[in-house]
Structure formats: C-alpha cells, structure tokens
C-alpha cells in the first residue's frame, strides 16, 4: 500500500519536474549548438570535444532536477592511449551523454542512425562535424562501408567507438537480442583496439511513460566491465563473452 501511495506521489509529481526539465534540457541544447559552430570553426576538433563535453556533463546535471542520481564504477584501468571499442546495452537516449560524460578522457565516438544527423540542436551538429558514424540501418550497401572507415578511424587516432549492438533501446530494461555484424566489422577494422563492455542500468526508467512526464528519483548506474582483447578468443567466442558480461550485470 505504501509502495502504491508513493508512486503516486512521484508520478503526480513529475508533472512539473518535467516541465522543468525540458525547459533547461531544451536551453542546454540551444545554447551549446553555437558554442559547438564556434569551437569547430575557430579551434578545430579539440576545442569541439571539449565543448561537447561540457555539454554532456549539463546535460546530466539537468536530470537532477528530477531528482536523479548517478553512479559510475570503473575497477579496470583503461589506457589513453590506445583505440577502444566501448559495448553497451541501450535504454534510453540519455544512456549517449551518460558515456559520453563518464569516459570523456578516452575520446567516445558513436555509431547513431542517420536520421539524428539533422533537426536537433547541438546533436545533430555533434554527430555530423564530431567524428561519429552515420548508418542507414536499412540500408547494409551503406552502412557496411560506414562501420569499416569508422573502425579504421577509430584505429589511427586513438579514438573509442561505442556501439549499441541491441540496435534500438530496451522499453522495459531487458535486453534485447544483440547484432554482431556491426562489431565483427569493427573487430576487422580496429584489429588492435581492446574491447570494454558497459552496462547500464535504470535509464529506462526515465521514459517508461514515454517521453512526458519523466521518471523521477531513480538512480542510474554505469559500469565498466572487465575488457577483453581483439584476437585472444575465437570471434564468436569474444562475441558472446562481452554479450554476456553485459547481460549478466543488468539489473530489472
């Protein structure tokens, strides 16, 4: 009874939290779309990435206003100097600055869908002038070719790539089948690059009555997993390792 009461009160609530919310989360986006045009076209990509991490970070900050916390475990010492290939489960659209922001020392850049590449203030500009992967999923004559410069990308510079491999984010926090050709490209392509699972937890919860009203007081957690290097297992075998060290960790 108690339990109802109070999910009651935290839905009656997120009403104007989320009101709130947008309102700062929608600013962020609008404020940081210059100062990313600004840091491409005066400094170049370092002063992009650096603006774009200051972003992401207030990004983040805007969910405390609906109370949200976030936690960050990493037990692994992860080099700065070497390509990585960041595997992570997908909840929600806040689990890209929730990388973004935590492992923003080793350089992230994501494979999106190509529809995202437009239309949105700041996102839209970071995924076209930031380095990222834009993929037709529909379309492998694209997107194979993609994946393959992206992993050759990532390889010569040093950057991380991160893939979500369930392809579209879990509703409910279970996760869905992963796809592993976008990986095995990226095994090819980055042969020395080592491979870091990531688990995250709760984001779907922000969004699990859609995208009004927000979920409130919930914590989110990301965690690093043990990584695993490229050429020490058999393909499939590495596949299902970081699969299931990712799996395993997810909590409903």
């Given at each position: 009874m108690l339990r109802e009461v109070m999910g009651a009160i935290k839905r009656v609530v997120s009403y104007p939290l989320s009101v709130v919310f947008y309102l700062f989360f929608g600013l962020t986006l609008v404020i940081f779309h210059p100062l990313q045009w600004l840091g491409v076209t005066l400094s170049g990509a370092g002063a992009h990435r650096g603006v774009v991490n200051i972003m992401n970070l207030c990004l983040l900050r805007c969910l405390h206003i609906l109370g949200v916390v976030i936690s960050f475990e990493n037990k692994h010492k992860l080099p700065k100097n070497r390509s990585l290939i960041i595997v992570s489960n997908h909840q929600s659209m806040f689990d890209v600055p929730l990388i973004s922001w935590y492992l923003h020392k080793y350089k992230?850049?994501?494979?999106?869908?190509?529809?995202?590449?437009?239309?949105?203030?700041?996102?839209?500009?970071?995924?076209?002038?930031?380095?990222?992967?834009?993929?037709?999923?529909?379309?492998?004559?694209?997107?194979?070719?993609?994946?393959?410069?992206?992993?050759?990308?990532?390889?010569?510079?040093?950057?991380?790539?991160?893939?979500?491999?369930?392809?579209?984010?879990?509703?409910?926090?279970?996760?869905?089948?992963?796809?592993?050709?976008?990986?095995?490209?990226?095994?090819?392509?980055?042969?020395?690059?080592?491979?870091?699972?990531?688990?995250?937890?709760?984001?779907?919860?922000?969004?699990?009555?859609?995208?009004?009203?927000?979920?409130?007081?919930?914590?989110?957690?990301?965690?690093?997993?043990?990584?695993?290097?490229?050429?020490?297992?058999?393909?499939d075998e590495l596949l299902n390792t970081v699969e299931n060290r990712i799996v395993s960790t997810i909590k409903i």
């Amino acid at each position: 009874m108690l339990r109802e009461v109070m999910g009651a009160i935290k839905r009656v609530v997120s009403y104007p939290l989320s009101v709130v919310f947008y309102l700062f989360f929608g600013l962020t986006l609008v404020i940081f779309h210059p100062l990313q045009w600004l840091g491409v076209t005066l400094s170049g990509a370092g002063a992009h990435r650096g603006v774009v991490n200051i972003m992401n970070l207030c990004l983040l900050r805007c969910l405390h206003i609906l109370g949200v916390v976030i936690s960050f475990e990493n037990k692994h010492k992860l080099p700065k100097n070497r390509s990585l290939i960041i595997v992570s489960n997908h909840q929600s659209m806040f689990d890209v600055p929730l990388i973004s922001w935590y492992l923003h020392k080793y350089k992230p850049k994501f494979i999106s869908k190509i529809e995202l590449g437009t239309g949105i203030p700041s996102i839209s500009f970071n995924l076209r002038n930031g380095g990222h992967a834009l993929i037709d999923r529909k379309n492998p004559k694209q997107s194979i070719p993609v994946v393959s410069k992206f992993g050759k990308f990532i390889a010569n510079n040093n950057f991380s790539a991160v893939i979500f491999p369930e392809g579209t984010r879990s509703r409910n926090g279970e996760p869905k089948e992963f796809a592993h050709t976008g990986l095995k490209i990226m095994f090819k392509n980055a042969p020395n690059a080592l491979v870091v699972p990531v688990t995250i937890n709760n984001s779907w919860k922000l969004v699990r009555f859609g995208n009004f009203p927000m979920g409130v007081g919930i914590h989110l957690t990301l965690e690093v997993q043990k990584p695993l290097e490229i050429g020490k297992l058999p393909i499939d075998e590495l596949l299902n390792t970081v699969e299931n060290r990712i799996v395993s960790t997810i909590k409903i």
